[in-house]
């Protein structure tokens, strides 16, 4: 069964810090990553996503890559009370092309 | 760009009765769509792959004869709960993947809640 790890929370993080997010995954083969945004009683919004070993950035969100250590991250720089959801890392697993696994997400608190 | 629709937003249905939800790309086609029910706390599950033209592939546990799917169109999916019971209350998310150009990036649409008495 391939997985897709994320610590479920809750992070808090103060208004105007740096929120930090992990996920790991056990599909070797795994070439696109993507992150998403659920506010409580919505559906998911895509974030981004990566497809490269680095940094990806765009805006205020930077998404981190490592294929070696099967590693994917995303940093939320200067968090606001808006960005309080819980945030879904997925994967397309290699032998299912279209589908996601996703993780259980974790949950973002940003306090005033 | 990428905007995925539901309809409706919210039903309330009595036990026994039929359900119809449909999943419309509004800008872009679609050949693949898919559906996921999420219960409250619950991260997505998989329900099936909806490929337009052919017979949706299910996920493992999904009953295909309660959960039917037809993909008319490439704008156009619809999921029908046949003989809903009150464990089929759920919220049901349908997502998109533009056929081209395809990053295999998945687009939700808004979701469903539907309540069965």
């Known amino acids: 069964q391939k997985e897709v790890e994320q610590n479920s929370g809750p992070l808090s993080v103060p208004e105007g810090a740096i929120a930090s997010l992990n996920c790991t995954y056990s599909?070797?083969?795994?070439?696109?990553f993507f992150w998403y945004r659920q506010y409580s009683g919505k559906s998911p919004e895509l974030i981004m996503f990566i497809y490269s070993n680095g940094d990806k950035e765009d805006g205020r969100f930077t998404a981190q890559l490592n294929k070696a250590s099967q590693y994917v991250s995303l940093l939320i720089r200067d968090s606001q009370p808006s960005d309080s959801a819980t945030y879904l890392c997925a994967v397309p697993p290699t032998d299912s092309w279209g589908k996601l696994q996703f993780g259980a997400g974790t949950q973002v608190v940003v306090t005033p | 760009g990428a905007v995925v629709s539901q309809h409706p937003s919210w039903v309330i249905c009595k036990s026994g009765t039929s359900v119809k939800i449909e999943c419309r790309s509004l800008?872009?086609?679609?050949?693949?769509m898919f559906w996921y029910r999420q219960f409250p706390k619950q991260s997505l599950m998989l329900m099936a792959t909806?490929?337009?033209?052919?017979?949706?592939?299910?996920e493992q546990g999904v009953e295909k004869d309660k959960f039917l799917i037809n993909h008319a169109s490439l704008t156009l999916s619809t999921l029908t709960v046949t003989s809903a019971h009150p464990e089929d209350s759920s919220f049901y998310i349908c997502s998109a993947i533009p056929s081209a150009p395809s990053s295999g990036t998945q687009y939700f649409g808004p979701g469903t809640r539907l309540l069965v008495l």
């Open positions: 599909d070797r083969g795994s070439q696109s």
């Open positions: 800008d872009f086609q679609a050949t693949t």
């Open positions: 909806s490929n337009e033209g052919s017979k949706a592939t299910y």
